[in-house]
């Protein structure tokens, strides 16, 4: 399963899984628990795909901060999404130096880990890592 397909919905908890759009909106699946749920076009949906990380010289995908974490942790889950703020900045210091401290939040930070920790739990994040390698090698193929 890729990031593309992957949502994160506001005022709702957790992450979702699109499963099929329809002409008012979509059905989801919860990852935490698998119930189905319907959002209509109204609501505030992200897409995993398309969110990035500001940092000192442009932005980071998400994809390739999950992959970072992923290093690091060796496909094993991170730090609680609970700790206090200055744990969690110093541990996503870890795995994004360069981010921009000024427009990066520890509530993002939270999400991230959140967000990894609940991609990690379903078994998400070696399809993760295994995508980032094929987009990797196909951005170096272009290159030459």
């Not at 699946?29 to 949906?45: F, H, R």
């Not at 992923?70 to 703020?85: F, T």
């Amino acid at each position: 399963m890729n990031l593309e397909k992957i949502l994160a919905i506001s005022g709702k908890p957790g992450l979702y899984s699109l499963k099929v759009q329809t002409r008012s909106g979509f059905v989801a699946e919860s990852l935490a628990d698998g119930k189905k749920i319907t959002v209509n076009l109204k609501s505030n949906v992200s897409l995993l795909s398309e969110i990035s990380i500001y940092t000192y010289e442009g932005e980071k995908p998400l994809a390739q901060i999950i992959n970072n974490i992923a290093k690091k942790e060796k496909n094993q889950a991170a730090i609680s999404h609970k700790e206090d703020n200055a744990t969690l900045l110093a541990y996503f210091r870890e795995v994004l130096p360069e981010f921009d401290e000024d427009r990066v939040y520890p509530s993002d930070v939270k999400k991230i880990l959140n967000w990894y920790n609940i991609l990690q739990s379903k078994g998400l994040v070696t399809d993760v890592l295994d995508e980032e390698t094929v987009s990797a090698e196909t951005e170096t193929e272009q290159a030459k």
